[in-house]
Protein backbone atom coordinates (compact mmCIF):
# COMPACT_ATOMS: atom_id res chain seq x y z
CA UNK A 1 0.00 0.00 0.00
CA UNK A 2 1.15 3.79 -0.81
CA UNK A 3 -0.15 6.90 1.01
CA UNK A 4 0.17 9.69 -1.28
CA UNK A 5 -0.27 13.80 -0.73
CA UNK A 6 -0.54 16.52 -2.65
CA UNK A 7 0.84 19.74 -2.49
CA UNK A 8 1.53 23.16 -4.22
CA UNK A 9 -2.03 24.19 -5.36
CA UNK A 10 -2.64 27.41 -4.84
CA UNK A 11 -4.20 31.56 -7.18
CA UNK A 12 -2.60 32.36 -9.83
CA UNK A 13 -3.49 34.48 -12.90
CA UNK A 14 -4.26 33.43 -16.12
CA UNK A 15 -0.66 32.77 -18.36
CA UNK A 16 0.95 31.76 -15.21
CA UNK A 17 2.73 28.43 -13.78
CA UNK A 18 2.55 25.86 -9.98
CA UNK A 19 4.26 22.84 -9.50
CA UNK A 20 2.43 20.00 -7.93
CA UNK A 21 4.21 17.93 -6.03
CA UNK A 22 2.79 14.43 -4.91
CA UNK A 23 4.94 12.41 -1.69
CA UNK A 24 4.54 8.66 -1.34
CA UNK A 25 5.31 6.62 1.24
CA UNK A 26 4.62 3.01 2.30
CA UNK A 27 5.34 0.88 -0.22
CA UNK A 28 8.75 0.92 -3.16
CA UNK A 29 7.35 3.98 -4.87
CA UNK A 30 8.90 2.94 -8.06
CA UNK A 31 6.62 -0.27 -8.47
CA UNK A 32 3.69 2.36 -9.29
CA UNK A 33 2.71 3.95 -11.88
CA UNK A 34 1.37 7.33 -11.34
CA UNK A 35 -1.30 9.54 -12.67
CA UNK A 36 -2.46 13.19 -12.00
CA UNK A 37 -6.59 13.51 -12.33
CA UNK A 38 -8.89 16.78 -11.35
CA UNK A 39 -12.05 17.37 -10.90
CA UNK A 40 -13.88 21.07 -11.17
CA UNK A 41 -17.05 21.94 -9.42
CA UNK A 42 -19.89 19.99 -10.43
CA UNK A 43 -18.08 18.06 -13.16
CA UNK A 44 -16.86 14.29 -13.08
CA UNK A 45 -12.84 13.75 -12.16
CA UNK A 46 -11.28 13.80 -15.27
CA UNK A 47 -7.55 12.11 -16.60
CA UNK A 48 -4.86 14.80 -17.00
CA UNK A 49 -1.87 12.62 -16.95
CA UNK A 50 0.01 9.94 -16.27
CA UNK A 51 3.73 8.03 -16.32
CA UNK A 52 5.35 5.24 -16.11
CA UNK A 53 7.06 3.19 -13.58
CA UNK A 54 10.35 4.22 -14.55
CA UNK A 55 9.08 7.39 -16.10
CA UNK A 56 10.35 6.73 -19.45
CA UNK A 57 6.83 7.20 -20.88
CA UNK A 58 4.11 9.38 -20.36
CA UNK A 59 0.55 10.58 -21.64
CA UNK A 60 -1.68 13.31 -21.34
CA UNK A 61 -5.04 14.48 -21.64
CA UNK A 62 -5.50 16.78 -25.43
CA UNK A 63 -6.40 19.85 -23.29
CA UNK A 64 -3.25 19.91 -21.09
CA UNK A 65 -0.81 18.48 -24.00
CA UNK A 66 2.03 20.95 -24.23
CA UNK A 67 1.20 23.23 -21.37
CA UNK A 68 1.75 20.61 -18.79
CA UNK A 69 4.52 18.12 -18.25
CA UNK A 70 4.58 15.04 -15.69
CA UNK A 71 7.83 13.81 -13.98
CA UNK A 72 8.59 11.63 -11.02
CA UNK A 73 11.93 11.22 -8.91
CA UNK A 74 11.67 7.69 -7.83
CA UNK A 75 14.87 8.22 -5.71
CA UNK A 76 12.77 11.07 -3.34
CA UNK A 77 9.48 8.82 -3.90
CA UNK A 78 7.81 12.21 -5.64
CA UNK A 79 6.22 12.75 -8.56
CA UNK A 80 5.40 16.12 -9.77
CA UNK A 81 2.96 18.03 -12.78
CA UNK A 82 4.47 20.91 -14.10
CA UNK A 83 1.85 23.43 -14.85
CA UNK A 84 2.03 26.41 -17.24
CA UNK A 85 0.58 28.47 -19.58
CA UNK A 86 -2.51 28.22 -16.95
CA UNK A 87 -6.15 29.12 -18.19
CA UNK A 88 -9.16 30.05 -16.03
CA UNK A 89 -10.73 26.03 -17.72
CA UNK A 90 -7.51 24.66 -15.80
CA UNK A 91 -9.44 25.65 -12.19
CA UNK A 92 -9.69 22.33 -10.31
CA UNK A 93 -9.10 19.93 -7.29
CA UNK A 94 -5.78 18.12 -9.04
CA UNK A 95 -5.31 14.63 -7.12
CA UNK A 96 -2.46 12.20 -7.73
CA UNK A 97 -2.78 8.86 -8.30
CA UNK A 98 -1.13 5.33 -7.97
CA UNK A 99 -1.56 2.28 -9.74
CA UNK A 100 0.25 -0.88 -10.59
CA UNK A 101 0.31 -0.37 -14.33
CA UNK A 102 0.75 2.39 -16.53
CA UNK A 103 -3.33 3.00 -16.06
CA UNK A 104 -5.16 5.46 -17.57
CA UNK A 105 -8.52 5.22 -16.45
CA UNK A 106 -9.62 6.29 -12.88
CA UNK A 107 -10.65 2.71 -11.56
CA UNK A 108 -7.70 1.27 -12.35
CA UNK A 109 -6.54 3.81 -9.58
CA UNK A 110 -6.49 2.29 -5.96
CA UNK A 111 -4.60 5.06 -4.37
CA UNK A 112 -5.43 8.44 -4.29
CA UNK A 113 -4.23 11.78 -2.03
CA UNK A 114 -6.54 13.96 -0.55
CA UNK A 115 -6.51 16.58 -3.54
CA UNK A 116 -4.98 20.47 -4.23
CA UNK A 117 -7.01 23.22 -5.09
CA UNK A 118 -5.68 24.94 -8.09
CA UNK A 119 -7.63 28.29 -9.27
CA UNK A 120 -6.96 30.14 -12.03
CA UNK A 121 -8.53 33.86 -12.52
CA UNK A 122 -9.06 35.69 -15.62
Known amino acids: QVHLVESGGGLVQAGGSLRLSCAAS????????MGWFRQAPGKDREFVARISRSGHITDYADSVKGRFTISRDNAENTAYLQMNSLKPEDTAVYYC???????????????WGQGTQVTVSS
Open 26 to 33: GRTFSVYG
Open 97 to 111: AAATNYALAINEYPY
